[in-house]
């Protein structure tokens, strides 16, 4: 079976958000592990007149939580990973608190870890204006030397 790949047709699902002044969105089309399209809708800030392009950097945050909690889950029926497993296992950068954080800390935001905004903010970083990388939360995170409350007495 070959693959054929309509671009006109997912631009006619777009068009509506396809001018200077609509929100929009970025769309990648991926085929056997390639992007094979990709292509960006409407306007990333209004005010600004920022376009949407292929390139733009969305900040998804809480919209991804659950996706990353189903993965987790999906893994853990598969034996790949435990939801009592240690989180350093796989976030070494974080410190030992004394106290095992574990996936399911995470996933029930029970873990006493501190709010990444807060400590950023503390640490001098502009939400509405700084680019806020993994690899800088990873930083903020592992600095830490202690933990709201032990993990599992409390939901934050």
Request: aromatic share 8%.
């Amino acid at each position: 079976m070959t693959f054929t790949l309509d671009t006109a047709r997912i631009d006619a699902i777009f068009a509506d958000w396809d001018s200077r002044d609509s929100p929009g969105a970025s769309v990648a089309v991926v085929h056997d592990g390639e992007i094979v399209y990709q292509r960006g809708y409407g306007m990333s800030n209004l005010e600004h007149g920022v376009p949407i392009t292929a390139n733009s950097i969305f900040h998804v945050a809480s919209i991804s939580k659950q996706f990353t909690d189903m993965c987790i889950a999906m893994l853990a029926l598969e034996g790949r990973l435990g939801l009592d497993d240690d989180v350093r296992q796989y976030v070494p950068e974080l410190p030992s608190y004394g106290d095992t954080i574990t996936l399911r800390h995470l996933i029930h935001h029970t873990s006493g870890l501190r709010d990444q905004w807060d400590l950023l903010g503390l640490a001098g970083w502009r939400d509405d204006v700084d680019l806020i990388t993994q690899a800088d939360v990873l930083w903020i995170a592992g600095r830490q030397r202690a933990l709201n409350f032990a993990p599992g007495e409390q939901h934050l």
